[in-house]
């Protein structure tokens, strides 16, 4: 058995004719019979009823799902090395991250390297740990430190803290005393937007929870838009708010009853050797760059880990 017999055969199927998928193959009608006739006396099964119109026999119509999986593993793996030969990175991050992070700097990426495969993969903090730990991906944008007891063997590149205001819409904001404490605020906009920053949520935002009438947990884009409309009240990440913040859209609420929140995140590797590749290494420092404007780098260990690798 060889490609080409089941690539002939998938075409005829296709076709419903000998010399219609002789055609389409640039073969002649007797190279498509004689391979067919192989690939039957190779099953011992005859797979076409032939007649004025050509059809499956129930042999075929068994045999014809195994063959089109066995070309699709072909092509899949002949792509494969493809990307092997002009290279290929893949890497995963937070989904409230990908588009303040990663964006800019894939642009910068793919202009110094056309050629290059780049896969980035978004999800929770137990998702990207679960990626790292199998080997999908050589790096990962997740919450820091890791809590995450099956994935311990983490190394941090860099450290980025990032402020976690408490917004409301403007018109809330309007009706608020200058200095309004988080029962004023409660009073207007009765219902909590819960949304999972953290690995572990801090007493801060529980404490929230609890005082107010109702909550609701959502995605950050349902969540966004719930806030602007007066619905609800929530502490944002700032990079998911700060355009609406800056297009009025939303108010930061200096309150009076808590600390400032924020959540820490890491570009984190499995093994400071995976920057030995060229690609990746510029690839993590056209990151780093945009963590320095989304929010405040605390540890930089990039350079220091780089010379090592």
Not at 8 to 27: C, G, K
Not at 131 to 151: A, F, K, S, Y
Not at 261 to 283: C, G, I, K, N
Request: aromatic fraction near 4%; glycine fraction near 6%; include cysteine.
């Amino acid at each position: 058995m060889d490609l080409d017999q089941l690539r002939t055969f998938d075409r005829i199927v296709r076709e419903q004719s000998f010399t219609r998928a002789a055609a389409y193959l640039n073969i002649t009608q007797a190279t498509a019979s004689m391979r067919i006739r192989a690939l039957e006396s190779l099953l011992g099964v005859t797979l076409f009823q032939r007649g004025r119109t050509v059809t499956l026999t129930d042999q075929g119509m068994t045999f014809l799902p195994f063959a089109r999986r066995i070309i699709g593993t072909v092509q899949e793996g002949r792509e494969a090395l493809r990307r092997v030969e002009r290279g290929r990175i893949a890497i995963a991050s937070l989904r409230s991250l990908v588009s303040p992070l990663i964006t800019e700097p894939l642009l910068r990426f793919q202009e110094k390297y056309p050629g290059v495969d780049v896969v980035v993969n978004e999800g929770r903090q137990a998702q990207i740990a679960a990626m790292l730990h199998e080997r999908d991906v050589e790096m990962g944008i997740l919450c820091w430190p890791n809590i995450d007891p099956l994935v311990v063997d983490l190394v941090p590149l860099l450290i980025m803290r990032e402020r976690v205001p408490l917004v409301v819409a403007p018109e809330i904001a309007a009706r608020l005393p200058a200095q309004p404490t988080i029962e004023d605020v409660l009073a207007l906009v009765p219902r909590v937007i819960s949304l999972r920053w953290w690995q572990a949520e801090p007493e801060t935002a529980a404490a929230l929870v609890r005082m107010a009438q109702t909550s609701v947990e959502l995605p950050t884009g349902p969540a966004r838009r719930l806030a602007i409309k007066g619905q609800g009240l929530g502490f944002f990440v700032n990079s998911a708010v700060a355009d609406d913040v800056k297009a009025g859209r939303l108010v930061e609420i200096a309150h009076t009853n808590f600390e400032p929140l924020h959540r820490d995140t890491a570009m984190v590797v499995r093994s400071v050797a995976a920057l030995e590749r060229d690609m990746l290494a510029d690839f993590v420092r056209e990151i780093a760059l945009e963590c320095g404007s989304v929010g405040a780098i605390i540890d930089n260990r990039l350079d220091a880990l780089a010379g090592a690798a």
